[in-house]
């Protein structure tokens, strides 16, 4: 039986956690931290979050922390999520770059959990080309990126039970975009080819060095700033804005804002919410090789 958090374990695994993902505990998560390692502590017999320490402090392969880590971050999302930020991308930012001269587009989907976000987002670029048939001839691609190992292989899979699929997913979306399937005996949904074929996975830790991932028109990091301390989030949204090409434009979630805390982004308010752009211009003619 795993003995109750004790202050002091508590502060010591908020620091991990932290220093691990960014995500800052807040007080009294004691009941918390204690439900989602439960399992994971039965597992590998261990008796208390400070005998984890222990073993995590000695866990040279790493696995252990990864397992740790996933148990702690919440993979909650769900297909075209808000609504308002693909209406966005859909009536604002894609008309904008096809109006500048842009030959093609890419997003980064930073904390893409189990991929719904990705596919929303080529589900959007799917329809945008559709009416517009000369627009962004080379096309449309998007990086989908996540801390989880464990999230990053289910969304390569692009297989969704019938309960994912209804969070928010239309039934017309869902008949276009998806293949229904059996697995193991129960109806599955199954992304179509040319949906995944614009969405490329990675493993990446948002506080981490991130390297060889380039630029993009448009960043999606929905709601993960609201997890971090106000350091941290001064310096991921410098980072964010850094990738980004000049006049770029950066979503983040309903309840995350920019105020107060960088001045390389402008707030350009939407769709009956906001949405933030690079202050750097971009060159009157595009360059070739967007990169």
Known sequence: MQAPIREEEYRDFRRFLEESTGILLGDNKHYLVASRLHRLLEEHQVSSISELLTRLREDRQGSLRVRVVEAMTTNETQWFRDVYPYEILKNLIFPELVRVGARQVRIWSAACSTG???YSISMVAEEFLAKNTSALPGGVSILA??????????ARRAVYNTGSVA?????????????????????????????????????INLIQPWTGIGRF????????LIYFSAELKQS???RLAGALNAEGWLLLGASESIAGVTDSLKMIRAERSVVYRSVIERLSTPPSGRT
């Open 116 to 118: 719904q976000e990705p």
């Open 145 to 154: 990126t996540d801390l989880s190992s464990k999230a990053i292989h289910e």
């Open 167 to 203: 969070r928010g997913l239309s039934e017309e979306r869902r008949r276009r975009f998806l293949i229904p399937s059996q697995e193991n005996g129960k109806q599955v949904w199954e992304v179509r080819p040319e949906i995944r074929s614009r969405v490329t996975f990675r493993e």
């Open 217 to 224: 028109d448009v960043v999606f990091c929905r709601n993960v």
């Open 236 to 238: 991921l949204l410098s």
